[in-house]
């Protein structure tokens, strides 16, 4: 299905005019811009409509029911964009069926000192060191109370990036304290445990300590679904172990994945990489649906899969949805291809699940698993 006039004039507007100025500033004062810009389209109905009228896509083949919550369709924007929920109120605009916020932290957090965002154009990925900054769970909990977001709405959960929470108890209260701010607004919840960036590492990749993590999430008795968000470096035994310890408790999905530390897996020689932290886009794809491909043949339905890491195109969503996800994240391909590329991925999709022979993605979910090459 060949994408409307108007967007194709946006994305060759973004690629040859706004992209290459864009990509000579500093990549963090560009998104400040950008969330500045979002926020003034967002607050006028005006421009709202418009800019539904420009970028949206919809389409009943696209909608879908996940972990009981309803999604107009399955393309999400992931988390780490929108860090203190202040495009809650365009992004449906934009196209995104649901975002995810965050990650939010227990108490505020300045991050880790700047620079801390770089691109990597010729691997189509960022590199990313933010540290976990937002403005803390009580200020971005009171932004969200009481609006009507138009979408659902998730809550990535991480502990505070500080020496303060590097003891699990102390992080563990942190999480908590984040899920407890959001117990009327999310629809659902994050628990990630895979920031590359924050002070003491990973600590809740270990079995014994997430086991802990989760028992406490487990006796908040919240009514949301809860996924976790892994990371793409995790071996295997790593993963069976994380599943073992899910297994036990009230979780409902996994994200796969988040940002990658390891750019040699991406065949990216460390000479190459710009700064410090994770990275991003095409350079996780490939870890990101290996342990997607994996996990869904483990599990096969037990969770819901997100599929996170590398989605640039409507192929790229649809080969994530036949590895077994149930909805997508992007961030990086927006920021490569334009804000176009949600409606383009959405229409894109539609037409490669009746190309198939799909009435929905549901039926699509997992059906690639074991394929040639897959
Ligand atoms: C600038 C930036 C900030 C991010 N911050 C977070 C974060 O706070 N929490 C999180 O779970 N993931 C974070 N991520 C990871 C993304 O959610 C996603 O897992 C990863 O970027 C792969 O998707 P992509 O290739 O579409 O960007 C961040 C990614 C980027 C690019």
Redesign the pocket.
């Known amino acids: 299905m060949r994408d409307p006039f108007s967007t194709r004039l946006i994305e060759a507007f973004y690629r040859r005019a706004a992209k290459p100025l864009l990509f000579r500033a500093d ?1 963090e004062r560009v ?1 400040d811009r950008f969330t500045a810009i979002g926020r003034v389209l967002a607050s006028i109905e005006l421009t709202r409509r418009a800019t539904r009228a420009l970028f949206r896509f919809d389409d009943p083949v696209l909608e879908t029911v996940v972990a009981g919550i309803r999604f107009a369709n399955p393309v999400g924007l ?4 929108d ?1 203190n929920a202040q495009l809650w109120n365009i992004l449906p605009d934009v196209g995104f069926g649901f975002a ?1 916020f ?2 939010i932290t227990g108490r505020p957090c300045a991050g880790n000192p700047k620079p801390r ?1 770089w691109r990597m154009p010729e691997h189509e ?2 590199q ?1 060191y ?1 540290g ?3 403005d803390g769970a009580a200020v971005i909990a009171a932004r969200l109370h009481g609006v009507h977001p138009r979408m659902p709405i998730g809550v ?1 959960a ?1 502990k505070t990036n500080s020496p303060e929470t590097a003891e699990p108890d102390a992080a563990i209260a942190d999480y908590r304290a984040v899920l407890d701010a959001f117990r009327d607004i999310a629809d659902y919840y ?1 628990v ?1 445990i ?2 590359p960036n924050a002070y003491g590492g990973q600590p809740f990749t270990d079995p014994a300590l997430l086991d802990r993590l989760m028992s406490a999430v487990d006796t908040g008795s919240y009514l949301q679904p809860i996924f976790v ?1 892994l990371s793409p470096d995790l071996d295997d035994a790593q993963q069976d172990a994380i599943l073992e310890v899910l297994d036990g408790h009230r979780v409902h999905g996994i ?1 796969c ?3 990658t530390k390891d750019p040699r897996s991406a065949g990216i020689a460390p000479e190459r990489v710009p700064g410090r932290g ?1 990275i ?6 490939a870890a ?1 649906e290996h342990q997607l491909s994996r996990i869904w043949q483990r599990t096969h339905g037990k969770y819901v899969l997100v599929g ?5 195109t409507a192929e790229d969503a649809y080969r994530k949805i036949r590895l077994g996800a149930s909805l997508v ?7 490569y291809r334009g804000p176009q590329v949600i409606g383009q991925i959405n229409r894109g999709l539609a037409a490669l699940l009746r190309r198939d022979g799909f009435s929905s993605i549901t039926e699509a979910v997992g059906v690639g698993v074991g394929e040639k090459g897959s």
Do not use: D, W
Not at 280 to 285: E, F, K, L
Not at 308 to 312: L, M, W
């Open positions: 990549p998104h992931a988390a780490g964009f860090k995810e965050g990650s965002l990925a960022l990313v933010y976990l900054k937002n990535s991480a994050t990630n895979s920031c968000k994200v994945t988040n940002l994770g991003s886009g095409r350079a996780v794809q990101s996170v890491g590398g989605v640039f994240q992007l961030i990086t391909g927006m920021v």
